[in-house]
C-alpha cells in the first residue's frame, strides 16, 4: 500500500511517499527557519502563510521524486494534532481536499504517534513491546509501545520540555534559533563538570519530568557572570546538557527496566542531540538494553513518520471524515 503523508504542525512542510508503513520512497521537507530566526522562535501567523505557500510544490516533488503519479496512491496521512492550528489547518485542509477529489481513504495522525514511528522507516525496528521516549521542542514524554496502533503514556513533563528549554537557554546566551544544535555543539567543546547545574529528576522512581527549574538555574548563573567569554560559554552549555541527558537517559532506562523489556527508542527532534545519543546508548550497553535511534533526518518532524503511522490505522479500517477537524493539544477523551 502506497501512502501519501503530509505533515504542518509547526514550521516545516513535508510531504513523503511511503510503501507498507515502512520503506520511504521519497521524503521532501521545506524549512522555515531562516523566516522564524530573526524573531527567536517560530511565529505563528508567518508559519501559517509560508504552508500555504508551500504545501502544493512540497507535495508535487514528493510524488515527483517517488516517480509515480497520483494514480499510484493507496490513500492520504496527514498530521491532525497536535501543534499550531493555523499551520494544521492548511496540511489537513489540503490533505481533505485531495482525497475527496481522487476518492482515496484519508486519516488524521497525532503527530507524536508519528514520531514514535519514526523507528520502523530503520531497517532494524524494536519489536514489541518497548519503551520510547519522545523529547522535541514541545514534548517530553515516556511510553510504552505494544503495537504500531497501541501506545501508553507513563509520564511526560510537567512544565517545559526538554527542547524548550533548549531553545531558551540558547536564547540567553544569545545564540539564535533553534538552538538546540549549537548547544550541542559548544557541549563538545565544554568541560561538563565545570558547572554543576540541578538535576530535576522529581521522583526518581516515575517517569515525570520538569525543566523549569534548570533554565531558571541557567539563567542565574549567565546573568551573574555576564558578559561571559566563548570559553565559559562552552561550559555553560555542557552542563545544562549534562543535566538534560542525565536525567532523560535515567527515566527511559528506568523505564526499560520497569516494563521489562530490552528495547527502548529514543525519538522527536531532540533525538538529534549528539549527546543524548551517545549517554544513552552508553548506559542502556551497561544495563544489557537494546537502543534504537532513527537517523538524524527522521528526528525533526516529517511526513515518512505521518505516512508510517497513517499506513496501520488504515490497514485497521479507520477512515478520517471530511467534517473531522483540527487540535492545538490532545483532548482528553483521544488517545493514540
Not at 522564524?36 to 508567518?46: A, D, T
Request: proline share 4%; net charge negative.
Amino acid at each position: 500500500m502506497i501512502i501519501l503523508g503530509i505533515e504542518s504542525s509547526c514550521d516545516e512542510t513535508a510531504a513523503a511517499v511511503v510503501k507498507d508503513g515502512h520503506e520511504v520512497i521519497s521524503s521532501v521537507v521545506a524549512s522555515q527557519i531562516d523566516v522564524h530566526h530573526i524573531y527567536g522562535g517560530v511565529v505563528p501567523e508567518l508559519a501559517s502563510r509560508k504552508h500555504m505557500e508551500a504545501i502544493v510544490p512540497v507535495v508535487d516533488q514528493a510524488i515527483l521524486k517517488a516517480g509515480i503519479d497520483y494514480n499510484s496512491l493507496d490513500g492520504i496521512a496527514v498530521t491532525q494534532g497536535p501543534g499550531l492550528v493555523g499551520s494544521l489547518l492548511v496540511g489537513f485542509s489540503f490533505a481533505k481536499a485531495f482525497a475527496f477529489a481522487r476518492k482515496l481513504p484519508f486519516v488524521g495522525v497525532n503527530h507524536l504517534e508519528g514520531h514514535l514511528h519514526s523507528v520502523f522507516l530503520e531497517p532494524d525496528p524494536p519489536s514489541f513491546p518497548f519503551v520510547a521516549l519522545l523529547v522535541s521542542g514541545g514534548h517530553t514524554s515516556v511510553y510504552h509501545v505494544v503495537s504500531y496502533t497501541q501506545h501508553k503514556l507513563l509520564g511526560q513533563t510537567r512544565d517545559d520540555a526538554a527542547g524548550e528549554a533548549y531553545d531558551k537557554v540558547a536564547k540567553m546566551l544569545d545564540l539564535g534559533y533553534p538552538g538546540g544544535q549549537v548547544i550541542d555543539q559548544l557541549a563538545e567543546r565544554g568541560d561538563p563538570k565545570k558547572i554543576f547545574f540541578p538535576r530535576a529528576f522529581l521522583d526518581k522512581n516515575s517517569f515525570d519530568f520538569s525543566f523549569s527549574g534548570l533554565k531558571s538555574a541557567v539563567g542565574r548563573y549567565i546573568k551573574e557572570n555576564s558578559p561571559m567569554d566563548d570559553a565559559c560559554m562552552t561550559h555553560v552549555a555542557a552542563g545544562f546538557q549534562a543535566a538534560v541527558t542525565e536525567v532523560l537517559t535515567h527515566k527511559i532506562i528506568h523505564a526499560a527496566i520497569s516494563e521489562k523489556t530490552r528495547h527502548l527508542a529514543i525519538v522527536g527532534g531532540v533525538a538529534a542531540n549528539m549527546g543524548l545519543r551517545k549517554e544513552v546508548t552508553r548506559m542502556a550497553a551497561a544495563k544489557g538494553l537494546v537502543v534504537h535511534l532513527p537517523k538524524i533526518k527522521w528526528c525533526g518532524d516529517n511526513a515518512a513518520m505521518i505516512a508510517a503511522a497513517g499506513f496501520h490505522h488504515l490497514v485497521a479500517g479507520e477512515r478520517g471524515n471530511l467534517d473531522d477537524d483540527v487540535y492545538s493539544r490532545i483532548p482528553p477523551t483521544k488517545t493514540f
